[in-house]
């Protein structure tokens, strides 16, 4: 009987969450900072963000999905994320 392997997406999510066990640290946003440059958006390679045309603000959203890389933190002009 032939091992199944892990597809490619559940292997990522086990990295992710090593990475995230292994870093213990999480995205902390301030909605009230940011003036919708977007950029965290521009940036997230695993989608965590949506503009917000209507209010020009940026929604941080599923942050389980989230991997702690701090693209997004380095990219805020307004240091309106942090990665804590």
Do not use: N
């Not at 941080?60 to 309106?80: K, S």
Request: aromatic fraction near 8%.
């Amino acid at each position: 009987m032939a091992v199944q392997s892990p597809s490619l997406w559940e292997s990522l999510l086990e990295h992710v969450e090593i990475a995230r066990t292994l870093r213990g640290l999480e995205i902390h946003y301030d909605e009230s900072e940011c003036t919708g440059a977007w950029e965290c958006y521009a940036v997230c390679p695993v989608g965590c963000w949506t503009p917000d045309l209507e209010r020009r603000k940026v929604i941080f959203h599923d942050p389980e999905r989230c991997v702690a890389c701090g693209a997004c933190v380095l990219q805020c002009p307004e240091d309106a994320i942090r990665l804590e």
